[in-house]
């Protein structure tokens, strides 16, 4: 997937393969044992993007972070906890977030407009703010470039492994590095649903040009990954590039931008593949590829009903090609196409050709989903719009786990 | 809740409770021992009203009634198969559709055009045309009024229990009598989850009023029964009205029109719930009421929104009070609310109130779970638009059926 990649993928560098920025990950006693206060320090003041829930309903870090980028150009540190998500808690919950930025600004002498807030849990209990500010005063005296391993694993909730990654690879003769971390397991959990991710990088862009590379590159890859459709009141994407590589500013349409902008979507793309392998319960990863539709637009709808539907995602659970459930969800996807000209193909195996043209007997059509990676592909031909998706299938395991959960 | 009925519910007659209407259902080969052929025989011409599925991708029976419905002023019969949907099935299957009206019509001396057909079952696989048609021939000689009980098993695929109701009062000091018939297991499996419902009325009702009364009913009944949000190929409501009953034609805005309204409600709502208590794998029936939202649309909006959520419907399988989940439900569902005005109320329990006042302990709140029938209401305090849905629980059963079927 990274063959391009210049220098070889220093994946154990994470979050702090970027020069230039520092982090921890501590307990601090909102969870009863597990890791949940991370801090990502950037030494030089870095250009910010983000991206946030369209959920109506917003948790107090939400508004903060919001607040913030419109204050500030520049920012110094994220600070996030796990455990509890801030969320559905008024007026109180508001002022507990204001603290964490307040806390985090002393201790590290920047302002406090300067620090990006992040929660995830439970949602509708007060933060226990006390423990949270003591545990402030202790992680900024440990972040250093190590900890990058364990500031991941400080993010997580229901995650059942560490996500994290880096790229470095050479710009204008000079070494760049993205890093990232994420959390998220797909929706699965209930009240500690969220999905998190905090990207760091050395190159030098400009803060709208670095906005808009987030959200296109977002478009692509977090908001392509497809779980249970719930959506969070706290998911957020943060961006930080502090220009400690010494590259000339990146700009636009130029060789550079593209390959920074390909990298940073490798980057992106890994971390969203890994919550949805973290899908409670999911056995195997599904490619959705939807070709041939009027417009990319179409292409998305199509490829997103498919992986949302709870019968395609059963049916790839128990092997069954059942390509009846995959033609009727394009059909009630709202898009425009023509049943005559479907076509299906599992791992490069067609399966139904135009007018039906079903090419194989049931049983040797249900061989092509053994394997544990899917890649489903969808040939609409009437058109030139394409898109990709990420889902996994939908196992027992699933409603159990969300069944029997308990505050 | 059919306690305005004058007289007693006729339950015991379904279908063939109005006047002039005969029925039957047989076994004719489709499947391998069940009933898989019924017949629905008006001695009067009929005024007919149907809606249909929104699928783009419609099965041959779909399109034959659709240009019937265009072609004829009145019906004479509806030709239902299970076992085989005859969709995806191309020219071929729209032959055959056509073939089993003919032959229906031929058997009957009426016109073809005078028929509605219907199929259900498995999609992509030819339709068995000549067992049909022999069967055809074999089930006029077999209706009369004491069949509907075997009509309705022989529309059933997965439903594990026969849908069938009516309702019998006085209009204008005459008797009246609405019957019905339905299909449906909640989109559980895979090729066979149409949804289909048959009514029949012995009223005098003019066409066009007709059509907007069954659509105005589809919409509170059918349209507001959520299982798994997948929508079929042949999804069908068809409503007969002979006129034997002998009243004054109905007319809207009377009183007459109001009572015949109120029942033709109450057998559709009995139908579609029934659907939803047949829904595979489910434990809990759950009504869903929103309060207050803007408009009756938004209000719609937002139950669906939690009805489809399977992180609610695990939660409330599981017994768990986690009003997270239905809070951000309705921030995702895309309508206006003030999340600060949210309450929400279990079985008569409030659970939580403005400004995110908890008011019980989780393990009490959990307590109003157990029944096996739920009603969840959620007040947005913010306008008088309200609207019902109704939903079941989604158990690890689903995944287990349909991740196990195999055509």
Redesign the interface.
Known sequence: MQQDVILADKIKNGITAPKGFRSAGIHCGIKKSRKDLALIVSDLPATAAAVFT????QAAPVLICKKHLKESDTFKAIIVNSGNAN????ERGYQDAVTMADETAKTLSVKSKEIFVSSTG???EPLPINKIIAGIHQIVKQVDESKHISTAEAIMTTDTFVKSTSSTFILDGKEVSIGGIAKGSG?IH??M?TMLAFITTDAVIEKNIFQKLLKDVTDKTFNRIVV??????NDMVIALANGASGIDPLQPQTESYRKFEEQFYQVMKKLSIDIVIDGEGATKLIEITVEGALCDEDATKAARTIA????VK??I??E?A????I??????SG???D??KFEIIINDVPILKQ??F?TLP?EEANKTLKPRNINLKIKLNIGKGTSTVWTCD???E???I??????
């Open positions: 369209l959920n109506k309903v969320a559905c808690t008024g439970v949602i509708g929706m209930p009240n649903a249970d459709g719930d959506t969070s009141t949302l539907s709870p019968l059963t049916a659970h128990g069954d059942n390509w009846g459930r033609i009727a969800a394009v059909g009630y898009i425009d196409f049943p005559d007018k039906y079903v049931i939908f196992s027992e699933y409603v159990k969300n069944g029997s959960y308990r505050t």
